[in-house]
């Protein structure tokens, strides 16, 4: 049922400094984008009381259901859809999460028609900066989860994005389709927005064994020679993550939480610390991820054995 609830469209007071935008991206699916925008959603606007807008724009609507608003908007009107359908404002299809100073745009399935209603239009890529106008200075953070694939919604949050942050796995197979998304980036920062940088790769479910652990020293040295940074710590492997989406709500939101707590918590911190330094860094060289890209698919072991001068394995 459709319902409007008043209080929700609450006065946001003005705020001195602009929101900084970040999309979360990568071309393969399951490798932790939504639960770290969720979960640093939940950190940023409880723990460390920052206003935060989380927009969910993949039509799966899982960051939707993440923070507690599945049943409780207008699927007509409060939905990303509707704001970029009907050109309506931000502030007319956002709604209240369940937590403090969260707000979030849900997803609905229309969100599919986005590429053919949208992709070929000139006004395809200006949709996010459209939608946010004046939103920067409402927030500290709006937070943009995407879908696993290059589309108009992806190009389009990125074009109105100060940051992009990639989620990944410490798992070889989850480097597919880096290089292309970071092309994809690159090509949104040369053509339409040229404040959008890269604010590093962060990896989840990292487990402590050798495999892991291999695979972090070599994507680490190889991703600082490419000046792509390795986000830190990682996101240790968790039971609370499955045991929050079985209550639709983020894991560091569960009493207990221990170590996913403890790694999003200093996670949150680090990224308060980069974004706020607004320590803007050089781009990414995109050959040497190329290079890395033909490492992993020959093997990388031997990689690992030539020029590998740490004994101590320490991952966390
Ligand atoms: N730290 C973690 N520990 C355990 N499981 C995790 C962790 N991070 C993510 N997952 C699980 O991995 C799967 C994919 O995560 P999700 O955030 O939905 O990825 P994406 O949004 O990239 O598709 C989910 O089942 C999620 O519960
Ligand atoms: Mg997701």
Not at 44 to 59: C, P, Q, R, S, T
Not at 297 to 305: A, F, M, P, R, T
Request: proline share 4%; net charge neutral.
């Amino acid at each position: 049922m459709a319902f409007k609830m008043s209080h929700r469209k609450q006065e946001i007071p003005m705020r001195k400094t602009r929101a900084q935008i970040i999309t979360f991206a990568n071309i393969k699916g399951g490798v932790g984008k939504t639960t770290a925008v969720t979960n640093i959603a939940y950190l940023l606007g409880v723990e460390f009381g920052k206003k935060v807008l989380v927009i969910d724009a993949d039509d799966q609507g899982n960051a939707t259901k993440a923070l507690g608003v599945r049943d409780k908007f207008d699927r007509r009107e409060e939905t990303l859809w509707a704001g970029l359908s009907r050109k309506l404002t931000f502030e007319q299809v956002m709604v209240e999460s369940a937590y403090a100073n969260i707000w979030v745009i849900p997803s609905t399935k229309e969100l599919k028609n986005a590429q053919t209603e949208f992709g070929r239009s000139a006004r395809g890529l200006k949709l996010f900066k459209h939608l946010l106008k004046g939103a920067q200075e409402q927030f500290d953070f709006i937070l943009i989860d995407t879908k696993p694939q290059v589309n108009i919604l992806l190009q389009a949050a990125l074009s109105a994005s100060d940051w992009y942050l990639i989620p990944s796995f410490p798992e070889p197979d989850s480097y597919d389709g880096f290089l292309d998304l970071v092309s994809e980036c690159e090509e949104i920062c040369d053509e339409e927005n040229s404040d959008l940088r890269c604010l590093g790769v962060l990896l989840s479910c990292v487990k402590k064994i050798p495999a892991h652990d291999s695979y972090i020293r070599f994507i680490g040295k190889h991703l600082k020679q490419a000046r792509v940074l390795l986000l830190k710590p990682g996101i240790r492997v968790s039971n609370a993550v499955a045991t929050g989406s079985l209550h639709s709500c983020p894991a560091v939101a569960l009493p207990s939480a221990h170590s996913v707590k403890e790694d999003y918590r200093k996670l949150t911190k680090a990224v308060l610390k980069a974004v706020e330094l607004g320590a803007k860094t050089a781009r990414p060289d995109l050959p040497r991820l190329g290079v890395v890209k033909q490492t992993i698919e020959e093997g990388y072991e031997e990689d690992l054995k030539i020029d590998d001068g740490i004994q101590e394995i320490n991952l966390l």
